[in-house]
């Protein structure tokens, strides 16, 4: 599956955050590396026209302080977290698919962005809204503990050198933040394609004492998440894809 994985390939020279790459000193020592690099991506002219036409509606500004999800959705539903929605396809598929949960869409790229905006325009869809920005910050200023029914991380960036593996998401601390914020019985779904990654997934998931594993190990891919165009390309061409799905213990 040709996810972007940041610390690999030409692409890699556009980031417009260069001091932030791996290779070069983090700017900012005190604070911790970020999983993700920004690109200076294209924005196709759709995606610029929902930015500016749907942006002031379903894009949600970060604020250092707990979000009023309920005003922000103008109704009170179980609420779904995604870290990393890519384009957005999944997205607007789940949500298309469960009218009775909304979902919170975080990423930081923004062609992305723009392109979860479009579909929402042209699907109608009432029960996404978006921020731009780290959603490790999103996580731990907007989120209150124990309020999301669900979280979704769907094939993350690998950063499959291993000096780069700690930029990778899901590690301890990140997984006892995701914790803290399910609800008692609420759902973390995760899924990759990368056999290490998803090792490292099983063996961190497994250590968090607050979740359980919802399976004997890896979990069939469950229905609501959407077979997608790469990943049913990678698995013609005999690629792996793992799914875990954990609960929140009460
Ligand atoms: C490999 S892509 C996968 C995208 C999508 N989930 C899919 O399956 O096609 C990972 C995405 O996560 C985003 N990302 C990585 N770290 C992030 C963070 N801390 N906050 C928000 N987005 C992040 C990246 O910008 C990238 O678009």
């Known amino acids: 599956m040709p996810i972007h994985d940041p610390s690999a390939g030409a692409a890699h020279q556009a980031d417009i955050a260069p001091a932030a790459t791996p290779t070069e000193p983090h700017p900012h020592r005190d604070r911790p590396l970020r999983s993700f690099v920004l ?15 749907l942006g002031p509606r379903y894009l949600l500004p970060y604020q250092p302080t707990a979000a009023d999800w309920d005003a922000a959705f103008a109704r009170q539903a179980p609420r779904v977290l995604e870290i990393g929605f890519g384009m957005g396809q999944a997205t607007a598929d789940i949500a298309a698919a469960r009218p009775d949960l909304d979902f919170i869409g975080v990423e930081v790229h923004q062609p992305g962005v723009g392109a979860l905006l479009r579909e ?17 910050q999103v996580l731990e200023q907007m989120v209150l503990p124990a309020s999301l029914a669900g979280v979704h991380v769907f094939f993350p960036d690998p950063w499959h050198k291993k000096r780069h593996h700690k930029r990778r998401l899901i590690q301890p601390p990140l997984v006892d933040l995701l914790a803290s914020r399910l609800q008692p019985g609420g759902w973390l779904h995760c899924a990759t394609d ?8 099983l063996q961190v998931l497994g250590d968090c004492p ?3 594993n919802t399976a004997a190990g890896f979990a069939p891919r469950p229905a609501m998440r959407p077979l997608t165009k790469f990943e049913a390309r990678g698995l013609k061409l005999g690629h792996g894809v793992w799914d875990l799905l954990f609960s929140r213990s009460s």
Do not use: K, P
């Open 210 to 212: 607050a979740l359980t």
């Open 120 to 136: 929402i325009g042209e699907r109608g869809l009432t029960n996404i809204r978006i921020l731009q920005h780290d959603a490790v």
């Open 194 to 201: 990368w056999d290490d990654y998803a090792q490292q997934m």
């Open 39 to 53: 690109r200076a991506g294209r924005l196709g002219s759709g995606q610029a026209r929902a930015l500016t036409e």
